[in-house]
């Protein structure tokens, strides 16, 4: 191989090598997307029904990382993903629906880590939305 020849080849490595670097370099810098929570919904109702989640910002139930909504329609499950690595708690929830003729909406803050309100929406994995006497009551669990 000539001396030329065996100059190129190594202009052409080095460029490989720096552009492998570049790729590499590059692929790090990429945002991850670090999994979150995932909770289970079900409408156990005769309407639609929209649902908001308020997940907390860490574990301080005073901070809000976001809000999920989404809808469900009668009868339907769907399974939410939420949150975060670090934000996977819920501060809260909002329901409403229609329903005769009438908006009814339902709303719940968590203020206090540990509160009965707190432990059914952090611990349990399946929530069954219901609507009876205008108004909403959610069964959880696992």
């Known amino acids: ?3 030329r020849n065996a100059s190129t080849m190594r202009q052409l490595a080095v460029v490989f090598v720096m552009a492998a670097i570049l790729l590499l ?3 790090s810098m990429l945002p991850v997307q670090a999994a979150g929570g995932a ?3 079900v409408n156990r109702t005769s309407s639609p029904v929209s649902v908001s989640l308020f997940v907390r910002e860490g574990d301080n139930p005073a901070n809000l990382a976001g809000t999920v909504s989404f809808d469900l329609k009668a009868g339907e499950t769907k399974n939410i993903q939420y949150g975060n690595a670090t934000n996977i708690y819920r501060r809260g929830y909002s329901l409403s629906t229609a329903f005769n003729g009438a908006t009814f909406s339902q709303n719940a803050t968590i203020t206090v880590r540990g509160s009965s309100l707190d432990n059914q ?4 994995s399946v ?3 219901n609507f009876a006497q ?3 009551t959610v069964n959880a669990h696992n």
Do not use: G, P
Not at 121 to 124: D, E, G, I, L, Q
């Open 1 to 3: 191989m000539s001396d």
């Open 25 to 27: 370099a590059s692929a």
């Open 39 to 41: 909770k289970t919904f």
């Open 121 to 124: 929406w952090n611990t349990n």
């Open 127 to 129: 929530f069954e939305i």
């Open 134 to 136: 205008s108004s909403f």
